[in-house]
T-cell receptor
Framework: ETGVTQSPTHLIKTRGQQVTLRCSSQ?????VSWYQQALGQGPQFIFQ???????GRGNFPPRFSGLQFPNYSSELNVNALELDDSALYLC????????????FGPGTRLLVL | KQEVTQIPAALSVPEGENLVLNCSFTDSAIYNLQWFRQDPGKGLTSLLLIQSSQREQTSGRLNASLDKSSGRSTLYIAASQPGDSATYLC?????????FGQGTRLTINP
């Protein structure tokens, strides 16, 4: 158990809809990173939040956005869903902007139809 | 561009064998190199983290090495067990993000 939780565990949406995924970090961790993992692939970095500010972004369009709250919770929002957004979404909690061990949650499996 | 490659993509061995998983990376300025385990449909479990100044780390039957000059890391699993069956991912830690390989799917046959 990493102490990182994510909700929901599974989600089905249709193309064009919007979705919000949630993550609860380990207490005291000031950094949360989000990753997208397509089937059979390694996770791809979406973005990182450090002390409630975006601190780096991967090669994802602006329709992927996020928020980090003072209570160690965070959100990943995806607008205008596309079929290729179907994936496992993982959040990772860490200290010091992710340069130490990152602790991953169990993920949210998103299916876009 | 940071790239991480894992070979082989899949490996099947009989129980009890010692085995080595390989990982190569392109960024010599890494902060650390991490190995993760992922069970089907699940999140990632951190196995070992090797700081850039270290050469290896050990945890139980697992030993990971790091050679920055050649851009290689290996994960050695001793006396494999069926419960070791999973996908193993290596990841290099850059300034902000982890860059992952595609993983090696390991099957240990009883």
């Amino acid at each position: 158990e990493t102490g990182v939780t994510q909700s929901p565990t599974h989600l089905i949406k249709t193309r064009g809809q919007q979705v919000t995924l949630r993550c609860s970090s380990q207490s005291g961790h000031n950094t949360v990173s989000w990753y997208q993992q397509a089937l059979g692939q390694g996770p791809q970095f979406i973005f990182q939040y450090y002390r409630e500010e975006e601190n780096g972004r991967g090669n994802f369009p602006p329709r992927f956005s996020g928020l980090q709250f003072p209570n160690y919770s965070s959100e990943l929002n995806v607008n205008a869903l596309e079929l290729d957004d179907s994936a496992l979404y993982l959040c990772a909690s860490s200290d010091d902007r992710g340069q130490e061990t990152q602790y991953f949650g169990p993920g949210t499996r998103l299916l876009v139809l | 561009k940071q790239e991480v490659t894992q070979i082989p993509a899949a490996l099947s061995v009989p129980e009890g064998e010692n085995l080595v998983l390989n990982c190569s990376f392109t960024d010599s300025a890494i902060y650390n190199l991490q190995w993760f385990r992922q069970d089907p449909g699940k999140g990632l479990t951190s196995l070992l983290l090797i700081q850039s100044s270290q050469r290896e780390q050990t945890s139980g039957r697992l030993n990971a090495s790091l050679d920055k000059s050649s851009g290689r890391s290996t994960l050695y699993i001793a006396a494999s067990q069926p419960g070791d069956s999973a996908t193993y991912l290596c990841a290099e830690q850059g300034a902000q993000k982890l860059v992952f390989g595609q993983g090696t799917r390991l099957t240990i046959n009883p």
